[in-house]
């Protein structure tokens, strides 16, 4: 029996799935490096959804769908990629192609709705919301319905659809954010403050909702630094929101203070807060 000769371990990688030492012939080889079976095995479709950057899953998803125009899986990548390349309304044609085809999901439409929202179509996005069934209950599903809600001003069916989107899912801080900010629009500062703080809670980074935070403090006349982690600049990022905050409610010895501070807790120079400063002590001159 002939004896296989010893490969170097790269090289016998790349044969992994061959018959080993036997003659391979042309359409296996063909099978074995085809893009779009490679993509299969290797989830690469998923990796290019969740870790790739924006525009180079766009890339792959164009050059995917170019090649095998018949897979949905495809267009709804390219669809989805071009959403978070801030391209929503190169999606929304995708999008609208593909719930009107006979491979739709009810997943489609929720996502159809996701890039209606970020253009702008709130009656469409409620629309296509409303069509997908009551027995789909996702994380994705009540978070668009609380937005949509919220444009409507809607504060109960937003309330409720916030709620629920927060019990979905183990990460919401983002939603407890929107959440936040949908209460400090209607007026409710102490609501938002508490949602802010939650939000910071389940992600310690989220400088959004800390700054959004200070502004919900300094609506009920607190400008104090939250007890949250910052950073220096984010704690002189944030005393510029105070500041700015206190001027605007007429507080104009509270603001000049914590924009002074803001520029001497800042590690580098500190334009926007010095130029607030400088426009405010020019109009009290006057």
Known sequence: M???????????????????????????VNRAIDPINVIDESNLSEIMLTAASPNEAVAYFQRASAEQPDRIDFRRGLATSLVRAGRADEAIALWRDIVSGPDMIDQDRIDFAGALIRSGDWAEAERQLD???????????????????????EWGRADHFYETAV???TRPANVLNNWGFSRLSRGDFDGAEELFLEAVRYDPNLFTAKNNLVMARAAQGNYQMPLVR????ERAQLLHTAGLAAIRQGQIDT????????????????DAAVRALETLETEVRR
């Open 167 to 169: 019990g979905l899912t």
């Open 2 to 28: 002939p004896v296989c000769p010893r490969m170097h371990p790269a090289v016998m990688f790349a044969v992994i799935g061959l018959a080993a030492c036997n003659p391979t012939s042309a359409p296996d």
């Open 255 to 270: 603001g000049r203070g914590l924009l002074a501070e803001a520029i001497e807790t800042h590690p580098q120079h500190f």
């Open 230 to 233: 910052m950073s220096e600049i």
């Open 131 to 153: 069509l997908v069934p009551p027995t789909l209950e996702t994380f994705e599903r009540y978070r668009l319905e609380a937005m949509v809600a919220d444009s409507n001003q």
